[in-house]
């Protein structure tokens, strides 16, 4: 049975998703960055994936020695993972340590649609289940996903106010539509918060935000209100090439 028909119970491993807000902090914690360093293979040898029945025998033997309930559920947070960076470590701790890279595979398993039976095959299949049951990580790739439809579409018509903002609780939001909104609220996010700004990070989103807009100023000064944000016009107005 999947697990995403699977009944939480209070007594199930939940694992604790770090977050900024109601959105997974993405960065890896140090612990993930170590687990990364020492699993990096020396060339030329390939690590071997368990198989299923005996990754699934050692997730319960650790369920029994924590003294947990042997849920589905549980089993799966307990499970060993077999590929990648952080194997070695349980399906729970991924999400705890290394969330960002966990949403990352989420959205490659589900783009490429493939599923076998081979012990590497099972196991990806019971992390992508487990992802995506989470109720912060599913719309996390979600959302991941209409990031990068807005950055093709900018690149496909040269207008980069297709961009989603990706920060701050307008994060769903257009550049051009919060820029372009009549709400007193946007217009003071933009016109006070965004425009005066002077410590952004260089090259971050709020950055990128701030160049739109900056450029869109510009253009609206000049007569030019209905013209489109591109990213070469953003560079050379901000002095950037």
Request: net charge positive.
């Amino acid at each position: 049975m999947c697990v995403h028909a699977c009944v939480r119970h209070s007594m199930d491993m939940e694992p604790r998703i770090r977050l900024r807000g109601k959105h997974p902090v993405l960065e890896p914690t140090k612990a993930a960055d170590d687990v990364a360093r020492r699993n990096k293979e020396p060339a030329g040898r390939l690590h071997v994936a368990k198989e299923p029945g005996v990754v699934d025998q050692e997730a319960r033997g650790r369920l029994l020695a924590a003294g947990a309930r042997l849920s589905e559920y549980n089993v799966l947070s307990s499970t060993e993972l077999q590929f990648g960076q952080y194997r070695g470590q349980t399906f729970k701790w991924l999400l705890e340590n290394a969330v960002g890279w966990a949403i990352g595979f989420a959205k490659s398993y589900h783009r490429e649609g493939v599923h076998n039976v081979s012990a590497l095959g099972v196991n990806k299949q019971k992390l992508y289940d487990y992802c995506m049951a989470s109720p912060v990580i599913a719309p996390a790739v979600d959302f991941s996903f209409r990031v990068e439809d807005a950055c093709r579409r900018a690149k496909e018509t040269g207008d980069d106010g297709h961009r989603l903002l990706e920060f701050s609780d307008y994060r769903d939001w257009s550049w051009r539509e919060l820029f372009e909104s009549d709400k007193a609220e946007h217009v003071s996010f933009v016109r006070n918060f965004i425009l005066p700004k002077s410590d952004c990070h260089t090259g971050s989103k709020m950055d990128q935000f701030r160049r739109y807009c900056v450029h869109r100023e510009e253009l609206r000064r000049s007569g030019q209100a209905g013209a489109v944000g591109t990213t070469a016009a953003m560079s050379q107005s901000s002095g950037r090439h």
